[in-house]
């Protein structure tokens, strides 16, 4: 074989912003081709909204079911997305080699953890900009603080993305896949998403605001609905929440 | 550039729990060169190389690549290094070309993503996500990924492990274009053909130890001496054969008919043995002079077959 000089040597990395950019773009291409995650992250919150606005199953209490519905739906999208779908398709990358093979490449597993974030972002954006239109459709009428609800939002993003990563790097594929759908549908129904949390008996009650998903959709609901200030005490659970989740997960995530 | 050689490894250990992977394995690796690192499954082929890859951190001894420690320099290393694992590595749901053109774009300064898809053949994988193509093309991406960013060294980790014989030619070649073009290969192996095809050097390894290296050629050359082999009537008297042969020779009818002589096979020896058959009337039928393989060598060392 004669020399053509296509592979001569000339080693390198590119700079980060495009890794990372290059790196979003091809995690959330990935994230929106994948059928099932688009039944949990675009599907089932629609037809929620859709449903419980239009028919009356579940008593919302006083005033509209939409401007109950809307901040609770908006909560289950981020869980969706950064809990469930994260550590789903995280478990998998882990599983078929991916994060493997992305760790003898140039990309810092730092900025590779950056991109997925940035994949996440992308999608909770698309998330909201449909639901919404959906939800004003529906005769929405919010008010309240916008800083206030990108605050739960980015809040809510770090506490399931904490929880979702430690799930996908610490369990088998498929026991994250089947553990991640059941957390989803359990706190789908007890988070006071679709639910008022006050249906529940007081112990439970007090159990279960404790969740997360509790704090994001009640926090949401006290500022787009009730037109509330700063919801510290909501913002304080997930705070809690994305420290003792991301904490775990740097500390027992494992890449293969 | 400078000598020293692309990988040093001395005294590797590296444990899992009760079992010792690698034991005590020593490699050198020499600049531009392509090294085979073959052994039987479980022989500790893939566990060397991902220490090489900084995947796995050493119980004992000492690894460099590229004069550095690839676990402590590894954000050093990493951009200089292809790496092609023995399986995945890619998204379930991305296309081929998807895939190979995004690795490119973690490079600085990486070959063509086309003039790759080509030369390996991957037009044909088409939209295909990657879960759905066959074996053999999920081998050519993961080797067109090692070498797409244009790496000093790549290690790949059996390249044509499942590979029909026309991809396997064409990997062979690819390699051999690499090597033309100064890239240092390591590549693991229990194909006897592709290491003697492909490597300067060849260190087999069993039970995690280095138990012999050396060029194909030089591995194939020592212990046992070469064979001539041939056909005639059943019966000939060897011992007058043997008597024209130097002392060291030893000649056997392993069947009626079948002859075989052992000792240093050169142009005197052959011609000694066909003038012997000429003035005894036979006709040597399937003269063969039979080299020694790397095969050979292996059930020499180890006394097991290589390919299980």
Sequence with gaps: MTATGTFIPAPGAASLPRMIGAQTALETRMLLRNGEQLLLTVVIPTLLLVLFSAVDIVDTGAGKAVDFLTPGVLALAVMSTAFTGQAIATGFERRYGVLKRLGASPLPRWALMTAKTGSVLVTEVLQIALLTVIAFALGWSPSGNPLAVLLLLALGTAAFSGLGLLMAGTLRAEATLAAANLVFLLLLVGGGVIVPLDRFPDTARSVLELLPISALSDGLRDVLRHGAGMPWGDLGILAVWAVLGLGAAARWFRWE | ?308
Aim: glycine share 10%.
């Design chain 2, 1 to 308: 550039m400078r000598m020293d050689p692309a990988v040093e490894m001395t005294g590797l250990v590296k444990r899992y729990g009760a079992k010792t992977a690698v034991d005590g394995l020593d490699l050198s690796v020499a600049r531009g060169t392509v090294t085979a690192v073959l052994g039987p499954n479980g022989a500790g082929k893939t566990t060397t190389v991902e220490t090489c890859e900084g995947y796995r951190r050493p119980d004992g001894g000492r690894v460099r690549v590229l004069g550095l420690d690839p676990v402590r320099e590894a954000a050093a290393l990493r951009p200089r290094i292809g790496v092609m694992l023995q399986s995945g590595g890619v998204y379930a749901g991305a296309r081929a070309e998807e895939m190979l053109r995004h690795t490119a774009k973690l490079h600085a300064d990486p070959v063509d993503p086309a003039l790759l898809i080509e030369r390996l053949g991957l037009e044909s994988c088409g939209r295909t996500p990657y879960r759905r193509l066959s074996g053999g093309q999920q081998q050519r991406l993961a080797l067109a990924m090692a070498v797409v960013g244009r790496p000093e060294l790549v290690f790949l980790d059996e390249p044509t492990a499942g590979l029909d014989p026309q991809a396997r030619r064409t990997t062979w070649e690819l390699i051999r274009e690499l090597r033309a073009d100064g890239v240092t290969v390591v590549l693991t192996t229990h194909f006897m053909d592709e290491a003697e095809q492909l490597a300067d050097d060849v260190a087999i390894i069993d039970k995690g130890r280095v138990i012999a290296s050396g060029t194909p050629e030089e591995l194939c050359r020592g212990g046992a001496e070469n064979t001539l082999r041939f056909s005639g009537r059943p019966g000939l008297d060897l011992a007058s054969l043997l008597k024209a042969l130097p002392a060291d020779s030893a000649a056997v009818e392993l069947t009626p008919g079948s002859y075989r002589i052992e000792g240093k096979v050169d142009p005197q020896m052959l011609a000694t043995v066909t003038s012997w058959c000429a003035q005894h009337g036979v006709m040597p039928d399937r003269l063969a002079v039979e080299r020694r393989t790397l095969e050979d060598v292996f059930l020499e060392l180890t006394g097991k077959e290589l390919r299980s």
